[in-house]
Every structure is written in structure tokens, then in C-alpha cells.
């Protein structure tokens, strides 16, 4: 593992927008618009979190997951390319993991390109587990989807 960027996690805001988009275009064959990130960001049922460089301040990586009645939708997680396998995306999940968790007694789920052998192993880890298979999913080039769900968390017992 490389050396660990030392970040601080907090709620994204409009005017993370140019850093988000920098990383997202880097990140994804299809990013996501602008105007998606904002409308998240704008949601009241929507968590962005970023993570930022203690030293530089700078984002190095952002996950957006959006409340629905069952689930917490986990949308968008990355992390810059000169940041990635340092843990920050760990931190991220388990910081949403801990904010979220006894909330309406929602599990988490998400889509992972079947092919992005890292993610999966990732959210392996974390507690998701393989549910399915979204077919054609990815409209760059058709790639399946595989669906992940965790169980909801509890809230520890005092």
C-alpha cells in the first residue's frame, strides 16, 4: 500500500464542483454532467462526501449515495488516480456507513462495472455481496453491471 494521504472527510458543496468534475473525467469513461452533481448536492436525501489533502486542501475523493425507501443507493465513489490505494475510499464508506447507520433500517446497494475487479473486491470487504447482474448497464460499452447489497447496519446496543 502507498504512503497514506492524510485527509479530512466533510459534506461536499456547490463550490467543490470544478474538483469533483476534474476527478470524475479522469475516473469514468461516461462521467457524470455537472449538472448531476449539483442536483445531488441540491438534494436533501443525497450525502456527498469529500475527502480532502490535509495538506494541500485539495479533493482527492468523493462518494454520493442518494436515500431511498428501502436502501442507501451508493451512485458515485472516486478517488484521483495519484490517490487511489490509500484507503480513502474505505474511509469514505465507513464514514457513510457510520452516519447512516439504525436510519430507517436501510441497507446499501450499488452497480460495479463486472470488469473493475478492484471495486468489487473493495465493497467485498466492506460487507456487499453480489445480488445480480444488470445486463448491458454501462452504455459506453454495453458492460454488464453486477448489483451489490449490504445489510443495514445497527446501531450498537448501550
Known amino acids: 500500500m502507498k504512503e497514506m494521504t492524510r485527509v479530512e472527510l466533510r ?5 467543490d464542483l ?12 461516461t ?5 448531476m452533481f449539483a442536483s445531488e ?6 450525502i456527498c462526501l469529500g475527502a480532502f489533502d490535509l495538506e494541500t486542501l485539495e479533493l482527492v475523493g468523493y462518494l454520493v449515495i442518494s436515500r431511498y425507501v428501502d436502501a442507501w443507493h451508493v451512485m458515485n465513489v472516486a478517488v484521483a488516480a495519484e490517490h487511489r490505494r490509500r484507503g480513502i475510499a474505505t474511509m469514505l464508506l465507513e464514514r457513510l456507513f457510520e452516519a447512516t447507520a439504525g436510519r430507517g433500517r ?10 473493475n475487479a478492484g471495486a468489487v473486491a473493495l465493497y467485498e470487504r466492506l460487507g456487499f455481496k453480489p445480488r445480480g ?4 448497464y454501462y452504455t459506453d460499452n454495453r458492460e454488464d453491471a453486477l448489483i451489490m447489497w449490504k445489510d443495514p447496519i445497527s446501531e450498537p446496543d448501550d
Open 11 to 15: 459534506r461536499l458543496e456547490m463550490r
Open 41 to 46: 448536492l441540491a438534494k436533501p436525501s443525497s
Open 133 to 136: 447482474v444488470r445486463r448491458g
Open 31 to 35: 462521467p457524470w454532467s455537472r449538472s
Open 106 to 115: 436501510r441497507g446499501y446497494t450499488l452497480e460495479v462495472r463486472v470488469s
Open 18 to 29: 470544478n474538483a469533483i468534475e476534474r476527478i470524475e473525467r479522469a475516473s469514468y469513461p
